[in-house]
Every structure is written in structure tokens, then in C-alpha cells.
């Protein structure tokens, strides 16, 4: 019995880590099913980016208010869960406070005060967080409905509670108080416990101690299927993120050759590719679902915070269109779920559903409306590009489908015809000259 709740710990721990490493293994899986791309270049400002973008959170900042919080509770959370590895040790050992045993009680003092403090600064933040999400009016959170409004105030109600319980179990441990340094904030709770008998002081420092451990486990457990998947994925989404300049859109070598085969007079036109020919056409242009589209553009799906600051800047939603940036990563990070969950229905093999990417989640309209500013890949804090993806799916709409709007298909007409995108002769051109 003395070794009773090790056992239970231990059995907790592994669940909960390893319901978490499969969940892990099934996103990596989902995102492979993508195309293969080549992002091994200039890894040195790849490196930089993580480190200024990810980790330093220099985009949050743009919008100083939501930056300053979203640093406090980013910073806080990650700081005062160090503290977990102490509680991890003591429930597989069955020590207590471990962290005195190794470190002088000055140096502990100071790490649990500090703990507390940044504790007491996420509570104000989840509050003004929640306060912004759900009271004031505005319009980025205001157009979420059902679950994802409902997952982001999830998140806040997890982290005060966390926090609550990190500060009642520092207040009712007796031996802890007793030290006098290190309860900067829990020394103001315990009088609200005096009265209490000793007995009943260790019941309620256990319960807390016992759910704090679960509901970190549950939250680390919760990621997997909320948006604050970015916590763990905007390091590497970051990382292998865009490097070329915004505006610079891909060719697809196939095309790029047979222009240059159409510019080069001495080339023949009728020459047969050789066997195995690196140049030879794609099985299909563009994407119409998302096994069509990149590892990378799958990662940002799964990255997307849901902030909707790509949607906020973009000037086509601005002026009533039907895009929103920010959809076109949710419409796709659920397709990908989808496809997933048909996958793992199947045996590991996906059979058609009759849906695809799209029109089933994304349309033509939507699609259409984008300017290609790039204000979205701009805006958005972890380096995600929604253009990326609205692009291959026009190129699919233009190259296998053939269903451009119809002022584009007349300027590539015109193009094709008059070597510009107006409807004249080349001669006729300078003719408003004589009027």
C-alpha cells in the first residue's frame, strides 16, 4: 500500500504521455501525405526565424496590447509547467518537494515566487483574453461560432484552474509556508485556510497537487484536437517557413520548358522527352484536395492559431467578398482530419469519399476573390501562407479544369492572340494617339 499511489502515478503518466505520442504519430502521418518539398536551404535564417518569429514572438507584438498579453501567458504557462518536472519526480518516487533536496532553499524560494508571480499575471491575462473574446466587439472573433469559439475559451477556463491549483497547493502545504520565502502569493491565500486542521490542510494540498498533475496531462492531451496545436508546431512551421521574397510565386518547371522550347528557334517542337526525363509533366497541376498540396502548406493547416488576423488585413474580406484566409486554413486542416479518420477506418488505406478540398469546403468564389496582396502571410504570427494554397487551387481550376472567370480567360485569349492583355491588333494599338 505505501507504494499504492506511485503505481498510480506512474500508470497516469504513461497513459496520458502515451495516448499523447500516438495522437503525435497520427498528425505526422496526416501532414506526410502531402507532396514531398526541398526546404533544406539557408538554414542559418531558417534557424533565426524560429528563434525571432517562434520563440521571441516578434509578431505578436505588432498589436502591442494582444502581444504584451500573449507574451505573459505564453512565457507563464511555459515557466511555471518547469515546475512539473519536480511534481513528475515526486510522483514517481514519492518524494516531496524534491526541488529543496537539490537546490538551497533561496535559490527554491525565489524560482516558486517567481512561479507564483507570473501565475498571478496569467490569471489577469486569461481575463482580458476572455473579456476580448467574448464581450468586447471584435469583428476577428465575433465571426467565430460553435466549436471554435467554444476551444479557444476552453484553453482560458484550463489555464485558470491550472493556475489556481499551482497556488492553493502552494498555500495549504504547511512545510512550504514555514520556509518564509518563496510564498510571495500563496502566503496571502493560506489565512483564507487557518481554521483548518492539519489533516485537512494535507487533504486539500494532495487533491490540488494530484489535479494539477491530471489536468496538465488532460491539456497536453486536448492540444491535439484544438487550435493551440500551434503551441508545439509553430517552431517547426516557423522554420520551414517561406525564405523567397512574398510575390514570388512558383513555376512549374513542365510549363517553364516548353516555353522556353516555344522561344528557342532552333529547338524541334516534336522532340520526344528521354525515358525518365526529370522534366517530364506533372500526373496533375495544381490541388483540388489536400494530398494535391505540400507537407509544408498541410503543416500550416495544422499551425493555424485561428487568430484571424490574415482575415482582418485582408483587403478582399474588407470590402464584403466571401474570403477569409483564415477558413481557407480551417477548411483544410479539417480535410486533412477527414482524410485521416478515413485512413484509420480503412486499415491504413484511404478509399474515395466522392469529396475533395475543392467546392466541398473550399469555393470557386472564395477562391477568386484573393488578390494575391499577401497581407494574410504578412499578418499571420507563425509564418503560415494561405496564399500558397489558394494558388494551386487556381492553378488546378485554370490547368486540368479550364474554368478561369471569364474577364481572365478573355485577357489570356487576348494575350494568346494580340501579345497583350487588350483586345487590339498590334497595329492598332497606338491608334487613341490619332483621336
Known sequence: ??????????????????????????LIRNIKLGRDVDVSDNKPQRWKNM??????????????????LHIIVYVGFVIINIEVLEIIIDGLFGTHRVGLKVLPESVY???IGSFEV????????????????????????????????????????????????FLVMNATDTSFQ??????VISGFIAPWFEGFSAETLH?????AWWLHIVGILVFLNYLYFSKHLHILLAFPNVYYGKLTPKGEFNNLEAVTNEVKLMMD????????????????????????????????????????????????????????????????????????????????ANGGEFKDDGKQLLNDYITKEELWACTTCNACVEACPVSIDPLSIIMEMRRY????????????????????NNGAPWPYNQQDRLNWVNE
Open 1 to 26: 500500500m505505501q507504494y499504492l499511489p506511485n503505481i498510480i502515478f506512474a500508470i497516469l503518466l504513461i497513459a496520458g504521455v502515451g495516448y499523447f505520442a500516438r495522437n503525435i504519430k497520427k
Open 51 to 68: 528563434a525571432r518569429i517562434a520563440l521571441g514572438q516578434s509578431k505578436m507584438v505588432v498589436r502591442p496590447i494582444a502581444g504584451f
Open 109 to 111: 524560494g525565489f524560482l
Open 118 to 165: 507570473l501565475a498571478v499575471l496569467v490569471l489577469v491575462a486569461v481575463v482580458v483574453f476572455w473579456l476580448r473574446r467574448n464581450i468586447s466587439n471584435i469583428k476577428r472573433f465575433k465571426s467565430l461560432k460553435g466549436w471554435p469559439k467554444n476551444d479557444g475559451n476552453i484553453i482560458l477556463y484550463f489555464e485558470v484552474v491550472l493556475m489556481c491549483l
Open 178 to 183: 514555514e520556509m518564509g520565502s518563496g510564498n
Open 203 to 207: 487533504i486539500i494540498e494532495r487533491g
Open 265 to 344: 528557334p532552333n529547338a524541334d517542337p516534336f522532340a520526344a522527352p528521354a525515358e525518365g526525363d526529370a522534366d517530364e509533366e506533372p500526373a496533375k497541376f495544381g490541388a483540388s484536395d489536400v494530398t494535391d498540396l505540400n507537407v509544408i502548406q498541410l503543416l500550416n493547416a495544422y499551425t493555424c492559431t485561428e487568430c484571424g488576423r490574415c482575415t482582418s488585413e485582408c483587403p478582399a474580406n474588407q470590402t464584403g467578398k466571401k474570403l477569409s484566409p483564415r477558413k481557407i486554413m480551417m477548411d483544410t486542416r479539417d480535410r486533412l482530419i477527414e482524410v485521416g479518420k478515413n485512413i484509420d
Open 397 to 416: 481550376l485554370v490547368m486540368e479544369e479550364s474554368a478561369a472567370p471569364m474577364e481572365l480567360n478573355n485577357m489570356m485569349t487576348n494575350i494568346e
